[in-house]
């Protein structure tokens, strides 16, 4: 097991571990807010969790903590207008300032791959769909992001020598991704109320040369999909 492997079991033990404590106090009569047992907490702690996985350089967990947190200002101060009355303009505004902020960290990260921008991968869906083709023979990796949308990413044509690294973020989407055969990918992507399906052909041959794609990333309350032809 890799050290990363290893921390996201620590970092899933530590919430299982919370909300165990939580529900033992609950059952023990010890006063607790109404709201710390909530859905809204629920996707806070999730946000936290995957944040700290990635070291808050992932939109979803800023979107998850930032949802969260604003449907439970309602839960707690009990406002006179309904926050669900302006859940979407509210969605849609936090959505654009985890965007804007996420640009910065985005162009530190490209700037740690090397090789040229023609084989970096940046691709980003937002309440939308995208298809993209990947050709370079010197593909580097790159980052995809989806969110309440879908991406298909071909990477069939694409080539590279030694290794890869690919990071996918789904939150509230779907993304597939399709690889040759002769790659070996290895999956290392946190899935919280979502899916990691890898529906490659048991009979994959890896040509020498070792080609090893690296993809991590988060899909929370979506789904990521593995094929090849």
Do not use: C
């Amino acid at each position: 097991m890799s050290k990363q492997q290893r921390n996201k079991s620590i970092y899933v033990g530590i919430a299982v571990l919370g909300v165990g404590i939580v529900w033992f106090l609950r059952k023990m009569g010890v006063y607790l807010p109404h709201w710390i047992w909530s859905w809204e907490m629920l996707l806070i702690t999730i946000g936290v969790a995957v944040g700290v996985d990635n070291k808050f350089r992932n939109p979803s967990s800023f979107i998850l903590i930032g949802l969260g947190g604003l449907l439970l200002l309602d839960d707690i101060f009990y406002f006179d207008f309904s926050i669900w009355h302006y859940f979407w303009p509210l969605l849609v505004i936090i959505v654009g300032l985890v965007i804007i902020f996420q640009s910065r960290f985005r162009k530190e990260k490209f700037s740690s791959f090397s090789g040229d921008a023609s084989d970096k991968l940046d691709s980003v869906s937002i309440f939308n769909g995208v298809k993209r083709s990947v050709n370079s023979k010197n593909f580097v990796g790159g980052e995809v992001v989806t969110i309440f949308g879908g991406t298909e990413l071909n990477l069939m044509n694409a080539d590279f020598e030694g290794t890869a690294q690919l990071e996918m973020t789904v939150l509230f989407g779907g993304a597939k991704l399709f690889v040759p055969k002769n790659w070996e990918v290895r999956p290392e992507v946190t899935s919280i109320f979502g899916g990691v399906d890898d529906k490659r052909h048991s009979t994959i041959e890896v040509m020498p040369d070792n080609k090893i794609l690296y993809l991590s990333g988060t899909v929370v309350f979506g789904g990521l999909e593995i094929v090849n032809y």
